[in-house]
């Protein structure tokens, strides 16, 4: 050992280290040495029954088998992963074991708890990825059994059937392609926002004109649907706006009125409550939404309701959000049983083009 | 003397307007009757006072689904051996094929819809 070695104050060194390291005696059992870097993981060496040990794959892994006791056996390691719950505190621990003379074994490890965290989103987002395939895949081929069908039968049968029954297919087969178109701007939609890349093209004009226009197209909807839209505009809240995006914003919401409103009247109520605020409230009085689903149903591809599970990427709502936020303002839900209201309140000026944030 | 087979009749249950409609069309043109469902309910009821040869089940429907109402329908020994066919668009899905006398998967085409029908009403 050279003279500079010796001079240093290895106590010192260890007890600085920020690597934590144990030293173990195989004959007796007994922790010799735990730096104090290792004494902030006591469950990484010590006997400690409230704490579940696992493997990378999630399989539990027994004291007997776990770094430490395997060390005491004489096993040595090189980067195994451990993971260590207790309540809600999770640790992944990386552990490294040799064999000292004079039956000792060290034992170190490394806190990669981030780095695994980071790795299960990675796997979680990659899930829901998988998850999104399936489930537009799925949106998609509804519409497109519809048009299957509907041109097959145009093509063996136009020749004998009467012309109303060929505009009744006909009318079929564009309300499909309008809804292929939806449900495909609404993924497009999406990505936008969460890459925040939505831009918006405003213009002066009314937002009052907006939401009546979007009410107007929606009517025929409501009428199928047996419910009567009320519209209250009681201020033309003069302003910039995207006039596509506010009426998407109004379709949304009222479409979404319609499918969980369960026939109730719909309200839509325009008003000015500050010289500055717009504020824009869809009200149905169908089932509510629980507390707990009320920041969900913002999520994208969440749906509020199994009942309705059918029909919908469960898009729309995160999409109000989105846009109301590239105006500057939000959406906020209030809801109890028997009364939802969506309420989207927005800044009246508004710069020229404002991405997402 | 030449005899004329009655009609037979399918329950077509979809939630999907369009849908039931656009299936409904394919089979009244080939001269089968048609129930047309767009629930359970409807369905539970119609076969009530109706007796269809063959029973067309989309699966995926509001509060029950085509396989929970087929499941209802089998308790009932008046429906346990009428024929029921699946329609779906759901990939992958855990559904058991073997339990039902067909499977359509959606988007299908005419000419698979009829080979099911002709082969289990016939």
Redesign the interface.
């Given at each position: 050992m050279s003279p500079n070695l010796q001079a240093i104050d290895l106590d010192g060194l260890l007890a600085d280290m920020p690597t934590p390291l144990v030293v173990l005696d195989i004959a007796t059992t007994a922790v010799v040495y735990a730096n104090p870097a290792a004494q902030r993981y006591p469950f990484a060496y010590l006997q400690l029954a409230n704490w579940c040990a696992s493997d990378a794959d999630g399989n539990a892994i027994v004291e007997e088998k776990l770094p430490y006791r395997e060390a005491l056996r004489g096993l040595t390691c090189h980067r195994r992963l451990v993971h260590f719950k207790h309540d809600d505190d999770t640790r992944a621990l990386l552990f490294h074991c040799h064999s000292l003379r004079d039956g000792l074994v060290v034992l170190t490890f490394d806190d990669v708890t981030p780095l695994a965290d980071s790795q299960r989103q990675l796997r979680d987002a990659l899930q829901a990825r998988d998850e999104l395939v399936s489930l537009a895949a799925h949106e998609l081929r509804s519409p497109l059994g519809v048009l299957q069908l509907v041109a097959e039968r145009i093509a063996r049968k136009a020749a004998d059937m009467p012309p109303d029954e060929l505009r009744k297919l006909a009318d079929t087969a564009l309300r499909q392609t309008n809804r292929l178109n939806i449900l495909i701007s609404n993924l497009l939609d999406v990505s936008r926002m969460r890459s925040g890349k939505l831009e918006l093209e405003v213009e002066e004009g009314p937002l009052g004109e907006i939401v009546r226009e979007a009410c107007d197209a929606l009517l025929p909807q409501a009428n199928a649907a047996g419910t009567e839209l009320q519209l209250h505009i009681k201020d033309p809240a003069l302003g910039m706006w995207d006039r596509v995006r506010m009426q998407q914003v109004v379709v949304n919401l009222v479409s979404n009125a319609l499918k969980y409103g369960a026939g109730t009247p719909i309200t839509i109520a325009l008003e000015r409550p500050g010289a500055d605020q717009a504020m824009l409230r869809v009200c149905d009085g169908g089932l509510g939404i629980g507390p707990e689903d009320r920041e969900r149903v913002f999520e994208p591809y969440v749906r509020a309701s199994r009942s309705h599970a059918a029909h919908s990427l469960g898009l729309g709502l995160f999409i109000v959000r989105g846009i109301a936020r590239a105006h500057g303002g939000d959406v906020a839900l209030d809801a109890s049983p028997g009364k939802t209201v969506f309420t989207v309140n927005l800044p009246i000026r508004c710069p020229e083009r404002c991405p997402l944030t | 003397m030449k005899t004329t087979q009655p009609l037979k009749t399918i329950l077509v249950v979809d939630?999907?307007p369009?849908?039931l409609?656009?299936?409904s069309?394919?089979l009244a043109?080939e001269g089968y009757g048609v129930i047309e469902c767009c629930d359970h309910r409807q369905a539970l009821e119609r076969l009530e006072s109706h007796k269809p040869d063959a029973v067309l089940l989309d699966v995926?429907?509001?509060?029950v689904s085509g396989v929970e109402l087929a499941q209802k329908m089998r308790q009932d020994p008046r429906f346990e051996k009428l024929p029921i066919v699946i329609m779906s668009?759901?990939?992958?899905t855990d559904i058991d094929q073997r339990a039902f006398a067909g499977f359509l998967r959606?988007?299908?085409?005419?000419q698979r819809?009829l080979q099911i029908i002709e082969k289990i009403a016939a």
């Open positions: - | 939630d999907e369009d849908l409609a656009a299936v069309g394919v043109d995926m429907m509001p509060e668009a759901v990939e992958g959606k988007p299908f085409k005419v819809l």
